[in-house]
């Protein structure tokens, strides 16, 4: 059992490996029934067929559980955390349980991220992406945790979501702002715009410009 029902990931996991050819330790964090609960950073709290539950710090390599603090031994508990990181049940050290805020895909994020992007939406200050209405490559400066429905554009007295070509996109999208490629590398300070995320189309370019 797991802090979900279902891995976030569509990629194939491994079967149990014959259990009749390993240690005790290890088969029975295959097979006993444990719920495994991520509680932030490294630490989960595990808890165990008999009804106790013992936290595990996958990072430190511990377990609140006798077989480790006694007996010193790599105990079920640990192996079964590894298993459903492995696995991707639960999040790996550091990362949490989120819903991109871009395309609604289940992922796991950093702990801090905001707003939470999968891997196919993350973008970063200094990616260069293109503007896919118009061909122009765009450099990022930040990226916002707003709607396009929440920005204002002073300028034109409405809003992200809708501004004439921004049509079609999502009004929920994440707001993105960005500079025209060509302005950022004339100056150190280029005037910025935003943009709805799914408008933006990213590169294989590396970033070019500090920002």
């Not at 390993?22 to 088969?27: E, L, S």
């Not at 929440?150 to 979501?161: L, R, Y």
């Amino acid at each position: 059992m797991s802090d979900f029902t279902h891995p976030v990931t569509d990629r194939r996991t491994a079967l149990a490996p014959d259990l009749r050819s390993m240690p005790d330790r290890a088969a029975r964090a295959w097979v006993e029934r444990m719920a495994v609960r991520h509680l932030g950073g490294s630490r989960y709290a595990v808890d165990s067929q008999s009804g106790a539950t013992y936290v595990v710090d996958a990072v430190e390599g511990t377990c609140t559980c006798p077989d480790a603090t006694i007996r010193g031994e790599t105990c079920k508990h640990r192996r079964r955390v590894a298993i459903e990181i492995t696995t991707h049940r639960v999040p790996p050290p550091g990362k949490r349980r989120a819903t991109c805020a871009a395309c609604g895909t289940e992922t796991f994020v950093a702990e801090t991220a905001q707003p939470p992007l999968c891997g196919n939406c993350e973008l970063e200050p200094g990616d260069i992406v293109q503007d896919r209405e118009t061909g122009d490559r765009l450099l990022v400066t930040a990226v916002t945790d707003q709607r396009a429905d929440e920005v204002e554009i002073p300028s034109a007295d409405t809003t992200v979501a809708d501004y004439p070509t921004n049509e079609g996109y999502p009004a929920d999208d994440v707001v993105v702002e960005v500079a025209y490629l060509s302005d950022a590398l004339d100056s150190t300070d280029p005037r910025t715009y935003s943009f709805p995320l799914s408008r933006l189309a990213q590169t294989e370019d590396a970033a070019l410009v500090d920002v």
